[in-house]
Nanobody, 114 residues
Framework: QVQLVESGGGLVQPGGSLTLSCSGP????????MYWYRQAPGKEREWVAY???????NYIGAVKDRFTVSRDNAENTVYLQMNRLKPDDTAVYYC????????WGQGTQVTVSS
């Protein structure tokens, strides 16, 4: 059972910023590569970014240079800083790790609209 909790979503105007948080047990967050995924209405879930245990990160092209993933192992939290948001970024955002398999949390809704 997934024990990750996402928060920080909301309604923001195009060009705005949001920071998402993902909290969970240290045995999960600090011990794993952590992923951010998103699912837009009518679309498949897609990965957005991931961060390795050593802090190195990778992003899909659509968000590179706009989003930044980070982790605070002391707080057992992973963050996704999202800048210059676009309407196409509207989706439910989830954090995940491979050990969770097909089990997902509730996610947090991000809506980018004027």
């Amino acid at each position: 059972q997934v024990q990750l909790v996402e928060s920080g979503g909301g309604l923001v105007q195009p060009g705005g910023s949001l920071t998402l948080s993902c909290s969970g047990p240290g045995s999960i967050v600090s011990a794993n590569t952590m992923y951010w995924y998103r699912q837009a209405p009518g679309k498949e879930r897609e990965w957005v970014a991931y961060i390795l245990r050593d802090g190195r990160a990778n992003y899909i092209g659509a968000v590179k240079d706009r989003f930044t993933v980070s982790r605070d192992n002391a707080e057992n939290t992973v963050y996704l800083q999202m800048n210059r948001l676009k309407p196409d970024d509207t989706a439910v955002y989830y954090c995940h790790y491979m050990g969770a398999g097909n089990s997902w949390g509730q996610g947090t809704q991000v809506t980018v609209s004027s």
